[in-house]
Every structure is written in C-alpha cells, then in structure tokens.
C-alpha cells in the first residue's frame, strides 16, 4: 500500500496570503501528526489527532495555524495571512494507534516570500 | 526548553568503522524512545526503538542503548556504509499519548 503522501511538495506564496497544506495517510491509520522542522531545527509538534478529533493542538504557533481531519483520513493544514517566519518543511504522520511508530509523508516545503 | 537533545549536529566516520549518536532527554515520564533516519527531500522513516524495561536493543547493524538512570540513549551502526549518510533523530514519547517529542538531528557522514 502507499505511504503518506502529502502535497504541494513545494509552495512558494507571498507574505499575507492563506495556504492550505494537505495530507493522505495510510489507510487504516487512526492517529495523524503534524511536524514542521524549520531550518537547523528538530520537528516542532504541531497538533495531533485521534479520528477526527484533536486532543492536542498544543503546538500550534499561533492562531493564524489551524487543522482539520475528515472522514478519520484526509487532514488539511490552513496557514492564514502567511509570514516569512512560517517558511518551513511541514511533515506530515500516521500511525496505526498513538503507540505505534510515526511513518511520515515527505513534507512540504513552505517558502514565504 | 529542549526535553530531547542531541548535542552533536555532525558525526564523520570513516566506512567499516562504528557510528555512535547520542541522545539525551530531561522528561523522566518518557517510557519509550525511537530513532529515525531522514535523507534529504524525504520524510523521516522509522529505524530502531526501544522500551524503558530494557537498556539494549538490536536489529541488524543497529543497536540502541538506554541508560535510564543518566537519561541517555545511544545509536550503534556498526559497520558503518556510505549510504548510511543521512539526518539522525531521536525521539521519545510516554504511554499517556502525548505525541512524539524530536531532538534537532545529528547529521552523520559516512566517508568511503
């Protein structure tokens, strides 16, 4: 079967406009991760969800982030009113349960201009 | 505040020789700890994990070992290979689904 597949693979946008970053998980994987890794960073948590419900939207940076999952499979990132400081590569996770190992997507790579 | 460090961004190791990364956590609450390898333009994939009820590891050319007492665990790759050349991170997570918790990578460079 196909692993997670996340698009854009590239986004170049203006500083101001909206994104909005998808991703597919792996069939049958109920838990869902964002990541974003910024350069020379580690992977920032972003948020999580269990089904379609998101028990922890701890790391999202600010309120211009916001997330959704639907149907318990497809999830959209939405980044409004972008700022340079949101240029990152957002990766997104399945897992089969929140104890299984994370398989990730190959990222978006999000530049601001 | 990092509660995953890996205080080394670069290793260089000459091939047939072992790789040994490191890693370094504060949260005692974490239980388990992974390892992934990430390759550029790719996502980071899955290689090695362990549990806090035991202190050693192995799969093949990989060994993890956990000390718990000094929160440290450590990668083995043994014999190291050129296409072992990639972006190490360490990761840790508890039981009580809290999601994964990263460290900022080790760059390993494996030179033939």
């Known amino acids: 079967g196909a692993g997670v597949s996340q698009s854009p693979s590239n986004k170049v946008t203006e500083k101001g406009k909206d994104v909005e970053l998808r991703c597919d998980p792996i069939?049958?994987?109920?838990?869902l991760y964002w990541y974003r890794q910024s350069l020379g960073q580690g992977l920032e948590f972003l948020i999580y969800?269990?089904?379609?419900?998101?028990?922890?939207k701890s790391g999202l940076p600010s309120d211009r982030f916001s997330a959704e999952r639907t149907g318990g499979s497809v999830s959209t990132l939405t980044i409004q009113r972008t700022q340079q400081e949101d240029s990152a590569v957002y990766l997104c996770?399945?897992?089969?349960?929140?104890?299984?190992?994370?398989?990730f997507g190959n990222g978006t790579r999000l530049t601001v201009t | 505040d990092q509660q995953v460090k890996q205080n080394s961004p670069s290793l260089s190791v000459q091939e047939g020789r072992i790789s040994i990364l490191n890693c370094d956590y504060t949260?005692?609450?974490?239980?388990?700890f992974l390892w992934y390898k990430k390759y550029p333009a790719e996502g980071p994939t899955f290689l090695i994990s362990?549990?806090?009820?035991?202190d050693k590891n192995e799969d093949g050319r990989f060994t993890v070992f956990l000390n718990k007492s000094a929160k440290h665990l450590s990668l083995h790759i043994v014999p190291s290979q050129p296409g072992d050349s990639a972006v190490y991170f360490c990761?840790?997570?508890?039981?009580?689904?809290?999601?994964?918790?990263f460290g900022k990578g080790t760059r390993l460079s494996v030179i033939a």
């Open positions: 949260n005692s609450m974490f239980d388990y």
């Open positions: 069939s049958g994987h109920t838990a």
């Open positions: 990761a840790a997570g508890d039981s009580g689904n809290t999601p994964l918790v």
């Open positions: 996770a399945s897992s089969l349960n929140s104890q299984s190992p994370l398989h």
């Open positions: 969800f269990q089904g379609n419900s998101a028990p922890d």
């Open positions: 362990i549990s806090s009820i035991k």
